[in-house]
């Protein structure tokens, strides 16, 4: 079972709010993803990192912000939430190497901008 | 990067082999073909990849033509929990193919 959590897992919240959505992994990969995904649709890459430091847009346009300060946390941010921004919200890590094929995902959080 | 084509949907009856059929007439010699699936609300799960041989784990075989335009996954025995989205992507391997793409990937409804 992967080692990847994500917190909160549901998060309702005004219009106008920062939010800071949680991404933490244990397996000491240096990749990282975050994606979206509206209900019944495609994921969409919006953010990935190759390690500390390092943050890269996605192939979806995205308001929101990505940090990578440690190898194991990749929070995403937004500063000022809204309704447009409702979605699931899954992050994933993967390893350098061969193995890089195989993509460990969280459980998502569901955001709801009310 | 080649793109895919799989069927919207499918049906399969508990118990019985499911085959899920994947097009990938554009790909590359060293692309791979891999195969993810996303149970309901949860986030995607590796199932198995492969370049021209067929593989097998303990969830699934891949079953690639020799001319590598199209693949198959099977499930030899579906039960009710393998009902997902099915996400078949081709890639190059290893680093230069961490990028996932997934398109709409195929409803697979294991039915009692």
């Given at each position: 079972e992967a080692d990847?959590?994500?917190?909160?897992?549901?998060?309702?919240?005004?219009?106008?709010?920062?939010?800071?959505?949680?991404?933490?992994?244990?397996?000491g990969h240096d990749k990282m993803y975050w994606y979206q995904q509206d209900p019944g649709m495609e994921l969409h890459l919006i953010h990935y990192s190759y390690g500390v430091n390092s943050t890269e847009k996605g192939d979806l346009s995205s308001e929101s912000t990505v940090s990578r300060i440690r190898t194991e946390h990749f929070p995403l941010t937004l500063e000022s939430a809204r309704p447009s921004h409702t979605s699931q919200y899954l992050c994933a890590s993967s390893p350098w190497?061969?193995?890089?094929?195989?993509?460990?995902?969280?459980?998502?959080?569901?955001?709801?901008?009310? | 990067d080649a793109k895919t084509t799989q069927p919207t949907s499918m049906d399969c009856a508990e118990g019985r082999a499911a085959n899920l059929p994947c097009n990938h007439s554009t790909i590359s010699g060293n692309e791979y073909v891999y195969w993810y699936r996303q149970i309901h609300s949860q986030g995607p799960q590796y199932i198995i990849h492969g370049l021209k041989n067929n593989e097998t784990n303990e969830m699934a075989s891949l079953i690639?033509?020799?001319d590598r335009k199209s693949s198959t996954l099977i499930l030899p025995h579906a039960t009710l929990r393998d009902t997902a989205v099915y996400y078949c992507i081709v890639r190059p391997p290893g680093d230069a193919g961490n990028m996932l793409t997934f398109g709409g990937g195929t409803r697979l409804m294991v039915k009692p």
């Open positions: 990847i959590y994500q917190t909160p897992r549901y998060l309702v919240i005004g219009t106008g709010k920062k939010i800071t959505l949680e991404c933490s992994q244990t397996m190497g061969l193995a890089a094929y195989e993509q460990y995902f969280g459980p998502g959080t569901r955001l709801t901008v009310t | 690639i033509t020799e």
